[in-house]
């Protein structure tokens, strides 16, 4: 049974940065993609961030292009988000999520993922 569990959430002004962090464990991390995904209140869930299981592929919403950064240590099983530039509107619950030997595109989607943290806050006061 794969657990995750994420870190690193918190209160930061506008215009400041966070890294998010996600703990991997119970089956074999290099084989999973891993995805970041938020919510806000009243908001349905919404695709972040992810990147491949192999090859380092990322993929981004539109909304943190050039601000947020996804990356993965295998060595350490362990995923990040980088968030730059925060906005008072990337206040939500970030969560990581894992897909098995999963690629492509339809990593935006929630419906490859096979497993889901807990879950962080992330605020952002204006």
């Known amino acids: 049974q794969v657990q995750l569990v994420e870190s690193g959430g918190g209160l930061v002004q506008a215009g400041g940065s966070l890294r998010l962090s996600c703990a991997f464990s119970?089956?074999?991390?290099?084989?999973?993609?891993m995805g970041w995904f938020r919510q806000a209140p009243g908001k349905e869930r919404e695709f972040v961030a992810a990147?491949?299981?192999?090859?380092?592929?990322?993929y981004y919403a539109d909304s943190v292009k050039g601000r947020f950064t996804i990356s993965r240590d295998n060595a350490k099983n362990t995923v990040y988000l980088q968030m730059n530039s925060l906005k008072p509107e990337d206040t939500a619950v970030y969560y990581c999520?894992?897909?098995?030997?999963?690629?492509?595109?339809?990593?935006?989607?929630?419906?490859?993922?096979?497993?889901w943290g807990q879950g962080t806050q992330v605020t952002v006061s204006s």
């Open positions: 999520a894992a897909a098995r030997f999963r690629a492509g595109p339809i990593l935006g989607e929630t419906g490859p993922y096979d497993y």
């Open positions: 119970g089956r074999t991390f290099s084989n999973y993609a």
């Open positions: 990147i491949t299981y192999v090859g380092g592929g990322t």
